[in-house]
């Protein structure tokens, strides 16, 4: 019985992909490069942990199926502690995957969404390890939601601005953050 259960989602899938064939060629049909640079400002608990900062961000963003471009990001940022602690500061580096689907009403805005990842290691000579586990690196992982303002587009340069909501999975309390940037894309093909 699992036998031909397996047999007929193979046979399925396999007749599902021949109907969506036009669609494989639009994947990677477009590709762009893009610098970004802004301000996190830390919202909740968060706040009351470290001061607003900047970042400086990569991304490459691509035509996935008509309308919907997948999104891979990697930035910096470096936060400072608002009270005393035996570190001077927070290297952040996060990294992003998600999608940016086009609003038909509101053309050319985009909203997008994705899975979001960050290590951070504390800054600092005296770190005791019994403190905080930033001496050591730490991963957080969690999610982002994002709209795309483009201002000024050519054929093949882009210039605009990003909002970014995060939220990070953190014990006890999730962390967030807002972002905003503006970036310049240049594209690929």
Request: net charge negative; proline share 4%; aromatic share 20%.
């Amino acid at each position: 019985m699992r036998l031909i259960f397996f047999m007929m989602i193979l046979f399925a899938t396999l007749a599902w992909s021949e109907e969506q064939s036009s669609t494989q060629d639009v994947m990677f049909r477009k590709a762009y490069f893009s610098l970004e640079g802004g301000a996190v400002y830390p919202w909740g608990d968060l706040l009351d942990a470290v001061n607003d900062t900047y970042y400086g961000l990569i991304e490459f963003r691509y035509e996935y199926w008509e309308n919907v471009f997948g999104v891979v990001q990697f930035g910096y940022s470096y936060f400072t502690p608002r009270r005393d602690t035996d570190y001077d500061g927070i290297h952040q580096l996060n990294g992003r995957v998600g999608i940016d689907y086009p609003l038909t009403l509101m053309h050319p805005i985009s909203v997008g969404a994705g899975f979001s990842c960050l290590w951070l290691r504390a800054d600092g000579n005296d770190i005791d390890p019994k403190k905080t586990t930033l001496g050591d690196n730490e991963s957080e992982f969690g999610w982002y939601a994002r709209v795309v303002l483009p201002i000024v587009k050519t054929e093949n340069y882009n210039v605009g601005a990003h909002a970014y909501w995060e939220s990070i999975w953190t014990r006890p309390e999730t962390s967030n953050m807002f972002w905003f940037g503006l970036y310049i894309e240049r594209q690929l093909w």
